[in-house]
């Protein structure tokens, strides 16, 4: 099976991985992928924004699968226009993609079929939203309705913060923005909770945690992932049942409602309140770094999987992991998720030695004359499999001290809430 990649990231590196190893996979295409994927797979370079130059190269190969790993292609439509064309294609189609495109739909979902989440206002201008602050308790949370790469939510403290978040998101910080959100701040530990559908049923597909924050003890800006560990320590039976049951299904209802099934990874983003989930986000892909951490403990195929889901026959397979646990930790160009610099080489690179159980996933690398030069803000992801998280995590920093680069950084504290009790 010939198989394409779309996305550049360590999530799809993780993904192009899984797919390499499995015997079903002869080739595969990565557009347009980065340093690691290189290495196992074809990078090709097209504007993804124009559908018809994918949709002509996906026949000229004749591909017989395609992956989307990032939300842009999904929100954009990308896999209602391939399937037009009778491409097989896994991820969710553009009306199923709100729930991530637009938080908006996602809180009036919730509203329609009582799905637990934090309570919230909408404001279509900078005036009415200032004007709710002064009636609001603090911590509160404002966040810009359209896709901002996990980056347009601000926690605020104070109203002179929140007034901040406000005039930056109707300023245009994260594209053009016509309404935003300003909601109840649920105090919980966080879990992300992934399934996999095929538009008639789903399974799930493990679950992570993962550290938003750039600074260590959670602190500073948000970025898009600065690591993660699955699985969560919070899941039990108890709580799985009553987040398919309270959340999941409904919104699958909901989706119905409108006409539309759900093809895909789901990542269910929760805010876990004395084992009481809700909902804090949908995204309609797998999470990145959370996929790095999930895929290397996937016993069975994964092309056998995402061909089932495109099939509708996903009922008929069972989905087997290792039971190990894993760690992530992310490496940034330094100055991420602000302005950083472009084109430094990370010259140790292949100074790193993966044993049995670890894994080097790229993500804003690129290689020229057989260099590798970080390009991204988040240039690499360190996995490790283990018995325990703490080992797994000394494993990771042990290989980091051997990178040693200096035109990057990393937090140390990955999992702290589990491991450093
Ligand atoms: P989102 O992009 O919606 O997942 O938000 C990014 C991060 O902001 C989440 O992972 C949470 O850490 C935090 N967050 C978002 N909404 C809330 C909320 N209502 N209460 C507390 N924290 C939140
Ligand atoms: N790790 C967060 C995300 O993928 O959105």
Redesign the pocket.
């Known amino acids: 099976m010939k198989v394409g990649i779309i996305g550049s990231g360590g999530r799809e590196h993780a993904i192009c991985q899984s797919l390499k190893n499995s015997n079903k996979t002869d080739k595969i295409f990565c557009f347009p992928g980065n340093a690691g994927t290189k290495e196992i797979a074809e990078n090709i370079n097209l504007d993804l924004e124009n559908f018809e130059s994918l949709k002509s190269f996906i026949f000229d190969k004749k591909i017989d699968l395609i992956v989307v790993g990032p939300e842009k292609p999904l929100v954009d439509g990308l896999v209602d226009y391939l399937e037009n064309f009778k491409i097989k294609v896994f991820g969710p189609n553009k009306v199923a993609s709100q729930l991530e495109g637009s938080?908006i739909f996602t809180k009036k979902l919730c509203e329609k079929f009582q799905i637990p989440t934090?309570k919230f206002g909408i404001f279509k201008d900078k005036d009415s939203a200032k004007e709710f602050l002064k009636k609001t308790n603090f911590p509160t949370?404002v966040?810009a309705d359209n896709l901002a790469s996990?980056k347009?939510?601000y926690?605020c403290n104070d109203e002179n913060e929140a007034i901040i978040a406000i005039d930056e998101i109707f300023g245009g910080k994260f594209g053009k923005a016509s309404n935003l959100l300003i909601?109840?701040?649920?105090e919980g530990e966080?879990m992300s909770f992934f399934t996999i559908h095929d538009g008639n049923t789903f399974k799930s597909f493990e679950t992570a945690q993962d550290h938003?924050r750039v600074l260590e003890g959670d602190r500073g800006k948000?970025t898009g992932g600065m690591g993660a560990y699955s699985p969560s320590r919070l899941i039990n039976e108890e709580l799985k049942n009553k987040i398919i049951n309270k959340i999941i299904k409904p919104t699958l209802i909901g989706l119905g409602e409108l006409g539309t099934k759900y093809k895909g990874f789901l990542y269910t983003?929760l805010?876990i309140v004395k084992n009481e989930p809700f909902l804090?986000?949908y995204n309609v892909r797998m999470g990145d770094p959370e996929c790095q951490t999930i895929l290397p403990k996937l016993k069975t195929n994964l092309s056998e999987i995402l061909l089932a889901c495109c099939e509708g026959r996903l009922d008929k397979l069972e989905i087997n992991w290792l039971n190990k646990k894993s760690l992530c930790v992310v490496v940034c160009s330094k100055g991420y998720p602000e302005d950083f610099d472009k084109n430094i080489e990370i010259k140790n690179i292949s100074k790193i030695i993966l044993k049995e159980d670890d894994f080097l996933f790229h993500a804003g690398t690129i290689n020229k004359n057989d260099k590798t030069y970080a390009v991204g803000g988040r240039v690499l992801n360190f996995v490790t499999l283990s018995e325990n998280l703490r080992s797994a995590r000394d494993n990771i920093m042990q290989n980091l001290e051997k990178l040693n680069w200096s035109g990057g950084f990393y937090r140390k504290d990955i999992g702290y809430k589990v491991i450093d009790k």
């Open positions: 938080k934090a949370v966040k996990g347009g939510v926690i909601e109840e701040f649920l966080e938003k948000n983003g805010m804090i986000e």
